[in-house]
């Protein structure tokens, strides 16, 4: 079954390389592969895949204990949220080894870090254009190939950033009440600050993704930084889900580059959403004001599909959703989870949703990883459909190829900060 995939893969992988970068309106066509397997079946990553075993939570039981979520043992295992951002001392040696493979085979671009000051842009050194391929700033609206920014024509392809916080829980009440799903990207810390919150979103069967663990620009950080960033938030996913290795991670401020998520990538397996319509709420006045916002993109075209940037943050976001909710039906909108909806509508790494079961060892095949596979391309990822628009692959440095690390489980613990939760749109 591997092989039959590796062909697969291979067959569609022309159709993925055709476009180039960067681009603001790609519109690149569908590829399916509607016959995706799910899980349990096959695994399309190799068994050594640095995924496999740094997230790792073997059927029925790995050994591991994994203290219920809320309790202090379960925040015990990692970096105080008070304390500040992760300190990069205490990654996990493992960790650091898989950055370190993925570095000198040539799969992390050596892309400079920015500056930013507060209300702007994050901004390269001189001479560094972040709309070049080597780049390729989602700040600047560069579309980096494999990453999510629109949805099929006539989706609603909805997200809510941020949480868990207090608000969610009533966000969670009105989707249930209207038999909907939807994606969660969230933020570490506020995981340990609200696990209530963050269950009643998890046992809701809503889609758990990264959105980091004290929400920084990420491009501003190095490569360590970027590492305990999303590898901290992953590994309390992953323990706050039955085992879930989380699929996808939306960048704080859609700031990423081919450094970053190439990271997120090579090392986690992680696939980076942007958006292509935000709403703006973070920022609204007041219901109302977010409602006139949604309401001028579910009037509009309905090619390329919407991808929502909203947030799960205050009475104005929450209210403001649930108030345009039945204008999004009325103008013939189909309501989709973001995740749900991309690629083969696989939500984790190892699980299909929230509620099917985890593969005892693998993760899903959503790289390029067999040999032969690799040996017909150079796409840094996206080997895999989408019914989701994303940006096409392009040529790149990247191949993928098996590593051979032992790894082991982090019990590390450090210091982190909370940060501002708010998510500012540039
Ligand atoms: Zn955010």
């Not at 989380?246 to 958006?275: C, H, K, M, N, Q």
């Not at 204008?327 to 929230?354: E, K, L």
């Not at 080997?383 to 628009?389: G, K, N, P, Q």
């Not at 210091?415 to 500012?424: A, Y």
């Amino acid at each position: 079954m591997l092989f039959a995939k590796a062909v697969a893969l291979a067959f569609a992988l022309p159709v993925l390389r055709a476009a180039v970068v960067p681009t603001t309106h790609e519109t690149h066509g569908h590829d399916h592969i509607d016959d995706m397997p799910k899980l349990p079946g096959v695994w399309y990553q190799e068994p050594n895949h640095p995924v496999h075993s740094l997230f790792r939570r073997a059927a029925p039981d790995d050994g591991t204990p994994y203290p219920a979520v809320g309790t202090p043992e379960w925040a015990a295992g990692f970096p105080n949220p008070a304390a500040g951002v992760p300190d990069h001392n205490t990654i996990p040696a493992s960790w650091i080894a898989a950055l370190n493979e993925a570095v000198s085979e040539g799969k992390i671009p050596n892309v400079p870090v920015t500056t930013n000051t507060p209300n702007t842009s994050p901004v390269y050194p001189t001479g560094v254009d972040p709309m070049s391929p080597q780049v390729c700033s989602a700040t600047y609206r560069c579309r980096i190939p494999g990453d999510i920014w629109d949805a099929p024509p006539g989706i609603y392809a909805s997200s809510f950033d941020d949480g868990p916080l207090p608000p969610t829980p009533q966000l969670v009440d009105f989707l249930g009440t209207n038999s909907l799903t939807t994606s969660f990207f969230m933020i570490g810390t506020n995981i340990l600050y609200y696990p209530t919150q963050f269950l009643a979103a998890f046992n809701a069967g809503h889609h758990i993704g990264v959105h980091t663990w004290t929400h920084p620009y990420m491009t501003t950080l190095s490569n360590l930084d970027v590492l305990a960033q999303l590898g901290w938030t992953m590994q309390l996913i992953h323990n706050s889900t039955g085992g879930r290795v989380p699929r996808y991670w939306r960048p704080p401020y859609g700031d990423s580059d081919l450094r970053v998520r190439s990271i997120a990538l090579e090392v986690f397996g992680l696939e980076t959403v942007i958006w292509n319509s935000d709403s703006s709420d973070w920022s609204a006045n007041s219901p109302q004001q977010v409602v006139d916002t949604i309401t001028g993109y579910i009037t509009g075209p309905k090619t390329p599909g919407l991808v929502l940037l909203e947030h799960t943050n205050s009475a104005i976001t929450v209210g403001g959703f649930m108030t345009v909710y039945p204008a999004i039906i009325a103008n013939g909108w189909a309501f989709r989870s973001v995740m749900d909806v991309a690629n083969d509508d696989t939500i984790y790494q190892n699980a299909n949703s929230s509620t099917s079961s985890v593969t005892p060892m693998g993760v899903l095949p959503h790289l390029v990883s067999s040999s032969s596979v690799a040996s017909t391309t150079t796409a840094t990822s996206a080997t895999f459909t989408s019914s989701l628009r994303r940006a096409s692959p392009t040529s790149s440095t990247s191949t993928k190829k098996s590593s051979a690390i032992s790894w082991h489980v982090p019990s590390a613990l450090g210091l982190v900060l909370l940060s501002g939760l708010s998510v500012l749109i540039s």
